[in-house]
């Protein structure tokens, strides 16, 4: 498949937004629900993975050119933007900050299977920095467990997977995890079942 240029993102978003994201926007407002049909219109054109790295099979979109992309999209419904916006902004500290196997294998996955990453980042007890938490992560087995005190998570039911701030594990899994270094270490899970909020249950990234 060629690699999308700058241009190719803007040129897709803004038929997206046209053809797309405005027919549904006066739905999407007046019921106060999920854009889903401008997000499967993303995932079909492949630009949730805009701003992960060529090497790992992405676009390698620069911040403006997908900032051009949501500014097609805000134009026609400010909710597909709002949730694209968030998205890309998760897929660019991931793929920024993050340089272990894993990350980058569950980076290959997100071009592969065009996820919807979501932020836990909102986080009961931290005063409203989103740069702290107080939540971990838990080993159980084979897998990892973060329970999250997180009172919302923006299009956190539709989302594919889910990215947090584990302020505790930084040495005990952190790092392991994603080599970001401690105390603050930011965990990628994929949903395996969607819990009740405010806790989240998920599998961490193999």
């Not at 949501?70 to 933007?81: D, E, G, I, M, Y």
């Not at 007890?125 to 080993?139: K, L, N």
């Not at 270490?185 to 990234?205: C, D, T, V």
């Amino acid at each position: 498949q060629a690699l999308m240029t700058g241009a190719d993102i803007g040129s897709r978003a803004a038929l997206i937004a046209e053809t797309v994201a405005a027919p549904f926007a006066d739905e999407v407002d007046t019921l106060a629900r999920f854009p889903g049909e401008t997000v499967d219109a993303l995932k079909s054109e492949r630009l949730l993975s805009a701003m992960v790295p060529t090497r790992l099979g992405g676009a390698g979109a620069t911040v403006s050119e997908v900032a051009a992309a949501v500014f097609s999209l805000a134009r026609h419904c400010a909710s597909s933007a709002m949730v694209y916006a968030m998205h890309s902004v998760e897929v660019a500290c991931l793929a920024r900050h993050g340089n272990t196997p894993e990350l980058e294998e569950f980076l290959r996955e997100l071009v592969h299977d065009q996820l919807l990453v979501a932020s836990a980042t909102t986080e009961t007890g931290t005063g409203g920095d989103v740069g702290r938490s107080v939540c971990a992560v838990e080993r159980e087995g084979e897998r990892c467990r973060l329970e999250k005190q997180a009172p919302v998570i923006s299009y956190g039911t539709e989302a594919d997977a889910i990215a947090a701030v584990d302020a505790k594990a930084g040495l005990r899994a952190g790092r392991r995890i994603l080599g970001g270094p401690p105390p603050a270490a930011a965990a990628i899970g994929r949903i395996q079942h969607r819990a009740s909020y405010p806790q989240i249950a998920a599998q961490f990234a193999r």
